[in-house]
């Protein structure tokens, strides 16, 4: 550490919706001494980043994926359409950033290139690539579950000459399509969001397929005034039933698929498919991500949507998924699957006819050439794990995340690591980061780490760590949760089964109210499962 070094409270790393609220709140709600760093040019974090054509919010709808704590906030700003564009999102985090004024602190195009903790000082010190060294007593890591973008490994691909982008990384000034041929690898959220808007400027999309996908219908509509303003009249219940409901804003019909007829069952299914967005699977029947039978019940009726939309036989058996239904991200689209009924649209198997190599102007499958002039990769994330990887920063003794993350991603509440003290993560492995609606449990994450930071101060504590034991037992609870459903039992994201040579690990807590609970009674029991160390400095607790 030299005398140039800048001292802080607490460093935050990211400016998308947790780095911003953690700014706000640790500054502004406790008087603390915050700096923020982005490598990206401006706020937003996966909203800067994610600019590709027909990116939206997927569930649940507006005006529920925002800030919910400020009941001002949610008065004065016009949400638009059910299902937020990209660029309405970023516009709202850029409000929200003004508002608050945290722009003045946050150093943004810096790259944080190390994190390092200091054991003595109880401090960690970090290192930018503008040359700055900064320390603070605390480190909390809102580096986003999905950044760190998968490239595909195709023997040749860097050869191939034409345009080339990742969703993840898209472009700020507007892409253009037209008179263009172009190749789309992947069919997650990213590539079946794109691809409708693709097609309808392209000469040619050509889809490279993995893994069929299920999607419904998200039915985007404008947002009525008179709907937006019932919102805000019935904020606070609304924001109770979130809480209570893993993010979900709504009342959930307690109905079971035992006491109804087939029949009835399937009518059921096609009222909530007519109703869009996640209702099929929320709404339908108690159990859909646990009961085998049911969860078929639904797929098969998914599928013979497939069949019924698009027009040619043989395409829409390719399009055919064949795992449990909701075990994958769900995938909410705006006419997805009747795209493949345009004569500019044509779809590869690439478990029947895998990618065998680039050239200059071509993808190679083993049986046929696809000339192509833009390549669009929406081939996903190293997702949870990754971002923290991406820093690597180094506890105690100078371990690295990525030596003690080699095996196993051990984490104590999804918030700390055993090794790290005083370091905090926002949607990490462990927490319910993905499946809960993020920006509302950014806000839940950050009360709870900043009333730790409180608690330590108050206490004169210098450091508060989780130890290896609390890792042992959390790991346990939340795999008990994610092995009582269908989940393991698909290769998804979630089970870091996209990137090669991942653990096998379930990267999430299943049921976020109960999490949220957990957090509360950890903070109960004086920091159940940490330990906590006296302050060595006078006056370095915050
Ligand atoms: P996803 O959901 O991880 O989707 C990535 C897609 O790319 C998926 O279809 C993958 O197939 C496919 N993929 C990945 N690598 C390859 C290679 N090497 N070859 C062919 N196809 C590949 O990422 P998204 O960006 O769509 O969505 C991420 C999240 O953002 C989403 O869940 C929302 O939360 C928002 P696979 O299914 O792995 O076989």
């Known amino acids: ?145 999905l950044f760190v973008a998968n490239m595909p490994d195709y023997p040749g691909i860097d050869d191939f000459t034409g345009e080339c982008y990742h969703t993840g990384r898209w472009p700020h000034d507007k892409v253009s399509f037209a008179g263009k041929r172009v190749g789309v690898i992947g069919t997650g959220s990213s590539g079946i969001q794109s691809i409708p808007e693709i097609a309808k400027e392209a000469e040619h999309v050509t889809v490279f397929q993995r893994t069929p996908q299920y999607s419904l219908p998200a039915r985007n509509r404008p947002l009525p005034a008179d709907e937006l303003a019932a919102y805000r009249a019935e904020w606070d219940e609304l924001r109770m039933s979130m809480c209570k409901r893993g993010g979900w804003p709504f009342e959930t019909k307690r109905r079971y698929a035992s006491e109804a007829s087939a029949e009835e069952r399937h009518a059921v299914y096609e009222e909530l498919w007519e109703t869009g967005g996640i209702h099929l699977l929320i709404n339908s029947y108690a159990g859909v991500m646990v009961d085998k039978d049911l969860n078929e019940e639904v797929s098969e009726f998914v599928r013979g949507k497939i069949r019924e939309i698009v027009e040619d036989p043989v395409t829409a058996e390719k399009l055919m998924p064949d795992y449990y239904i909701g075990t994958k991200r769900m995938i909410l689209d705006n006419g997805y699957f009747e795209t493949y009924n345009r004569d500019n649209v044509s779809l ?144 998804s994201w979630y089970m870091g089964a996209n990137i090669p040579g991942k653990p096998r690990q379930f990267l999430g807590h299943l049921r976020g109210s109960q999490y949220f609970d957990r957090l509360t009674e950890v903070a109960e029991k004086d920091y159940e499962g940490f330990v906590l160390e006296p302050a060595r400095i006078r006056g370095a607790s915050a």
């Open 1 to 145: 550490m030299t005398d140039s070094t800048e001292q802080y409270d607490v460093i935050i790393i990211g400016s998308g919706f947790s780095g911003l609220y953690a700014l706000y709140h640790l500054r502004d709600k406790m008087g603390l001494k915050v700096r923020a760093f982005d490598g990206a040019g401006g706020v937003g974090g996966t909203w800067w980043y994610n600019r590709y054509p027909g990116a939206r919010v997927d569930a649940p709808s507006s005006p529920f994926y925002a800030y919910t704590f400020s009941k001002e906030l949610v008065d004065e700003w016009e949400w638009k359409e059910t299902q937020t564009p990209q660029a309405a999102v970023l516009a709202y985090l850029e409000h929200f950033a003004e508002r608050f004024d945290l722009l003045k602190d946050i150093r943004f195009e810096t790259w944080v290139t190390s994190a390092e903790y200091n054991e003595e000082a109880q401090r960690w010190t970090i290192q930018t690539d503008a040359g700055k060294t900064a320390s603070a007593q605390f480190l909390i890591c809102a580096v986003g579950a």
């Open 348 to 491: 590869v198997d690439l478990h029947e006819n895998p990618i065998a190599k680039f050239t200059e102007s071509s993808v190679h499958t083993k049986s046929s050439e696809h000339p192509i002039d833009m390549l669009v990769l929406a081939t996903g994330f190293d997702a949870v794990s990754g971002s923290m990887l991406n820093l690597n920063p180094k506890g105690r003794g100078g371990i690295s995340l990525e030596e003690k993350w080699g095996g196993r991603f051990d984490n104590y509440l999804g918030a700390t690591i055993a090794g790290y003290p005083n370091l905090f993560m926002i949607h990490g492995p462990g927490s319910p980061g993905v499946f809960f609606t993020m920006p509302l449990g950014a806000e839940r994450t950050v009360d709870w780490i900043a009333n730790c930071i409180s608690y330590l101060s108050e206490n004169g504590l210098g450091s508060a760590e989780a130890t290896q034991d609390a890792e042992a037992s959390w790991d346990r609870e939340i795999n008990a949760i994610a092995d009582a459903t269908l989940y393991p039992e698909t290769n």
